[in-house]
Every structure is written in C-alpha cells, then in structure tokens.
C-alpha cells in the first residue's frame, strides 16, 4: 500500500454566493477569524502527512499563489524593526521549496474535471482531495482521520455525514452497505439526488482519499448532475472494484459556500481563539438578548 502524500485542492471556483466580496478577491481568501480557507486546508493537510501540493486554479486566483510564496519585503522589514510576533504569523504560510504546484482549469466543467486537470500531478499515487469551502473542527483534523481510514481500509475513503433529507439534492449521497457506525461500506454514490429519490441521507463532506484509477473514470467525461463532470459519478465507478468506504469522522463542519454557515465558522472559531473567546461570549450575549 503506498503512503499518502499528496493532495489536490480545487480552488477554480467562482464564488458567486459570495459576490460582490469575491470580485477581485478569491473566495479561498476570505478569512475565517484571521486565517483565509486556503490555509486552513493546508494546514489540514500537512497535519495529516502530506508533502506534495496541487492547487487546481483559475483566473483571478494569484493571491492564493502569493500566500504560500515567500513575501521578502514583508518578511525582511518586519525582522528589521524586530516585530517577531508578526513574524510568525506567517509560519503556517510557508511550504517546502517545490512542494506546491499549480494547473489550470481553463474551463469550468466541474468538480470531476477540476480533479482530472491535476492528473499528471497524481500520476500512480494515492491522493487526498479538501475542498477548502468544507470547513471542520476537530479534535483530530479530519484528513488526518480519513488517512488512518486509509492506512486500515487499503481503498478510498470519503468523509461523510447526515444531513436533513431535504438537503440531499446538495451533496453527493450514499447507498450504504455495511455500516458500524464509524466505518460505512459504499455500495453506491449519486451526486445531488432529489430528497425522494435519495438512497439514504448520508452525504460526502469536502475530504477524500482517492486512489489513482479514478482518473481513468474522470476522462471519460461523462457529463452528471448540472451538466458537469462530476466526481461522484467518476468515483461511483471504482465500486466493486477497490474498497470503498464512508467515514463518520469526529468533528463539526461548516459549509463557508454559504453565508450563514461562513458566519457559523466565524463565531465557532472565534471561540476556540483564547484571546478572542471572552470579547467574542460577551457580545454573543448581548445580541442574542436583543
Ligand atoms: C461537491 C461535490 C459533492 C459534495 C460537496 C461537499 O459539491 O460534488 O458531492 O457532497 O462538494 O461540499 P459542490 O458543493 O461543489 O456543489
């Protein structure tokens, strides 16, 4: 079984639930208390053992480039006038030399062919996908209980939870094989099927554990839900022929696509920031007896 050392981040999106904040600004940028997405994917990441970086892009989306380069001028003045704090802050933005790459998707035909855009960066190797609108906290960060789901299962592992029945037609859902309450076998996959048409209410998080041949499905291009190439149908593909398997990860997500969800995260956060938390409860309070 080969290590799990890469991960692919889509980030080509347009974010039009966010306009007008996401006009010049990509919505992987937009900050979560003081960190944006991006960063908290890949810190996600790395956390969980991987090494090797493929952010899937697209116009307007240098910034996202930038945060990971190293910013001399900042960096060098800030050393000079001996602002060290504000130094490392910056920590978390630096990766290995050669270590992050990028490609384009010139074209916006889906979640699947975002994915198969980064295949020459796949190439053999087992690979993680975070989709860095999907935002989770955890004890354990939720990649790195998805590679340990890896490491025990051999296969793909995609991380999973319910959601109101009404809400199926907004997630790729599962058809559940055995199931021990962590660990769910997938029988099947569908991607945003209509409420009364849905397998069951499980719904695909934005973390997987793919193994390379669904990429072999993806250039198939078949066109799914919306008229998109989408993942959930390349990934339906390999069932039957690699193990397959939901994980009930430990954990609480916030879909930061959304408005209110994006605020959710804003406050959840805030709270888990020591210095943060009593400003943040105090205000909380006021307002909510308003
Ligand atoms: C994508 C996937 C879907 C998954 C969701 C998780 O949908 O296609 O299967 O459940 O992410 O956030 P999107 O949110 O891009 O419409």
Not at 82 to 94: I, M, R, V
Not at 134 to 152: G, R
Not at 177 to 201: I, W
Not at 251 to 266: N, P, T
Request: charged share 25%; with cysteine.
């Amino acid at each position: 079984m080969k290590p799990l050392r890469k991960a692919v981040l889509p980030v080509a999106g347009l974010g039009t639930r966010f306009l007008p904040a996401t006009k010049a600004v990509a919505k992987e940028m937009l900050p979560v208390v003081d960190k944006p997405l991006i960063q908290y994917a890949v810190e996600e990441a790395r956390a969980a053992g991987i090494e090797q970086f493929c952010m899937v892009t697209g116009r307007g989306k240098t910034a996202l480039v930038e945060h990971f380069d190293i910013a001399f001028e900042l960096e060098d003045t800030l050393r000079a006038r001996g602002k060290h704090d504000a130094l490392a802050l910056l920590e978390g933005t630096q990766v290995e030399p050669g270590s992050m790459v990028t490609v384009r998707q010139q074209v916006p035909l889906g979640l699947g062919h975002a994915i198969w855009c980064a295949r020459a960066f796949i190439g053999d190797d087992p690979f993680a996908i975070l989709l860095p609108d999907d935002l989770v906290l955890s004890e354990t960060p939720c990649l790195k209980q998805l590679a340990d789901a890896y490491t025990e299962t051999g296969g793909n592992v995609v991380a999973v939870t319910e959601v109101p029945r009404a809400h199926t037609n907004r997630y790729g859902i599962l058809e559940i094989g055995r199931d021990d309450g962590r660990l769910v076998e997938v029988k099947g996959l569908v991607e945003k099927p209509l409420p009364d048409e849905a397998p069951s209410n499980l719904s695909i998080i934005g973390r997987y554990v793919l193994m390379p041949q669904v990429i072999a499905e993806l250039s198939r291009m078949d066109r799914g839900a919306g008229g998109e190439v989408q993942l959930t149908d390349g990934m339906a593909r390999l069932i039957g022929r690699q193990p397959f398997h939901g994980l009930r990860y430990e954990g609480r997500r916030f879909d930061c696509g959304d408005k209110a969800g994006f605020l959710e995260a804003q406050i959840a956060f805030a709270l888990k920031h020591k210095d943060l938390a009593p400003a943040v409860r105090a205000f909380l309070r006021r307002y909510a007896n308003d």
